[in-house]
């Protein structure tokens, strides 16, 4: 594994602290405490079959050992994420936080060999399955950290060490008592300027029109983001409305329904007036993988919501 002496479905991440520094890019937020609300819930960590060889096979190269503070998703605070003692070489480095099984991941390393990529999840099988894919495509330029996301962005990585920071399909948590449970808060934008290289890409996905909006919000109010896409994609043209229009989010929840179960509550859908005159909208990202998830999300007739943030 690469350890911490190298140093000088839904995805998964964590909660984010609610402090805020007065410069994020030098000034790291505290680590989350324990005993907050986390944003993901942990599933089983036994690894089966390909994937439990995969990790055998692969773990001693392409995983991040960290040191740890309490749980096997903490980071010790004065651990420092080394790029280029982990690659080997200096390039341009993409974080997605919650990578589920990789697929976004490692479709965009194999497209870009140039640029060096960190997957950051806390499920451990969601992991093994990225190294599968990492052995399978003969990439090397991916590396796979098993972590809580707001210690990695909190003191994990150098500030200003990133390009981009990709956030896809985090976990909704659509009921309103959950809301507080969601990753992308006010609190994130500074964790996400902290890390991020003046002009680097903060880019974001969503099937969830709450979310969307709540993440459109976050990035507008923070003064180191302007959204590259601001005013774009409103009225007709955006896909708040076309949501709004269909009323699939009051029929579904905005989420998968099972077969055999009911619909998921739609108490957290959103509601609007049938125009989003505000917009912001991004196209959809061509570097984003149409994974299994985003394509069941389609057929559900579930609408898509991209952001991109640049760093000022």
Same mark, same amino acid.
């Given at each position: 594994?690469?350890?911490?002496?190298?140093?000088?479905?839904?995805?998964?991440?964590?909660?984010?602290?609610?402090?805020?520094?007065?410069?994020?890019?030098?000034?790291?937020?505290?680590?989350?405490? /324990? !005993?907050?609300?986390?944003?993901? =819930?942990?599933?089983?960590?036994?690894?089966?079959?390909?994937?439990?060889?995969?990790?055998? &096979?692969?773990?001693?190269?392409?995983?991040?050992?960290?040191? /740890?503070?309490?749980?096997?998703?903490?980071?010790?605070?004065?651990?420092?994420?080394?790029?280029?003692?982990?690659?080997?070489?200096?390039?341009?480095?993409?974080?997605?936080?919650?990578?589920?099984?990789?697929?976004?991941?490692?479709?965009?390393?194999?497209?870009?060999?140039?640029?060096?990529?960190?997957?950051?999840?806390?499920?451990?099988?969601?992991?093994?399955?990225?190294?599968?894919?990492?052995?399978?495509? !003969?990439?090397?330029?991916?590396?796979?950290?098993?972590?809580?996301?707001?210690?990695?962005?909190?003191?994990?990585?150098?500030?200003?060490?990133?390009?981009?920071?990709?956030?896809?399909?985090?976990?909704?948590?659509?009921?309103?008592?959950?809301?507080?449970?969601?990753? =992308?808060?006010?609190?994130?934008?500074?964790?996400?300027?902290?890390?991020?290289?003046?002009?680097?890409?903060?880019?974001?996905?969503?099937?969830?029109?709450?979310?969307?909006? &709540?993440? /459109?919000? =976050?990035?507008?109010?923070?003064?180191?983001?302007?959204?590259?896409?601001?005013?774009?994609?409103?009225?007709?043209?955006?896909?708040?409305?076309?949501?709004?229009?269909?009323?699939?989010?009051?029929?579904?929840?905005?989420?998968?329904?099972?077969?055999?179960?009911?619909?998921?509550?739609? !108490?957290?859908?959103?509601?609007?007036? !049938?125009?989003?005159? =505000?917009?912001?909208?991004?196209?959809?990202?061509?570097?984003?993988?149409?994974?299994?998830?985003?394509?069941?999300?389609?057929?559900?007739?579930?609408?898509?919501?991209?952001?991109?943030?640049?760093?000022?």
């Amino acid at each position: 594994m690469i350890t911490a002496n190298s140093t000088p479905d839904r995805s998964s991440a964590g909660s984010l602290p609610e402090d805020t520094a007065a410069d994020p890019a030098t000034v790291p937020p505290a680590p989350p405490r /324990r !005993g907050q609300p986390v944003s993901f =819930v942990r599933r089983g960590s036994r690894l089966q079959g390909r994937r439990r060889q995969a990790w055998e &096979q692969y773990a001693g190269r392409f995983v991040v050992d960290v040191p /740890r503070r309490d749980s096997d998703t903490s980071v010790a605070p004065d651990y420092v994420f080394d790029p280029e003692a982990a690659f080997g070489r200096q390039a341009p480095l993409v974080v997605e936080i919650g990578s589920g099984l990789g697929e976004a991941v490692c479709h965009a390393a194999l497209e870009h060999p140039d640029w060096d990529f960190l997957a950051v999840e806390v499920y451990r099988p969601g992991l093994a399955q990225t190294l599968l894919r990492i052995g399978q495509q !003969g990439l090397s330029n991916v590396r796979v950290v098993q972590a809580n996301a707001p210690e990695v962005l909190a003191t994990m990585l150098a500030p200003g060490s990133v390009a981009e920071l990709w956030v896809f399909f985090p976990d909704p948590w659509h009921k309103t008592r959950h809301i507080k449970r969601r990753l =992308v808060q006010a609190g994130f934008a500074a964790a996400a300027a902290r890390v991020l290289q003046p002009g680097g890409r903060w880019r974001l996905a969503t099937d969830w029109s709450s979310y969307a909006i &709540q993440m /459109r919000e =976050v990035g507008q109010a923070s003064p180191e983001f302007v959204n590259v896409h601001e005013g774009e994609r409103a009225g007709a043209d955006s896909p708040l409305t076309r949501v709004w229009e269909s009323g699939v989010e009051q029929l579904v929840g905005g989420a998968p329904v099972r077969e055999g179960r009911a619909p998921v509550s739609t !108490g957290n859908a959103s509601e609007g007036e !049938g125009v989003d005159t =505000v917009g912001g909208w991004a196209p959809r990202f061509e570097g984003r993988a149409l994974t299994s998830f985003e394509q069941k999300a389609r057929r559900a007739g579930r609408g898509i919501f991209d952001l991109t943030f640049r760093r000022r």
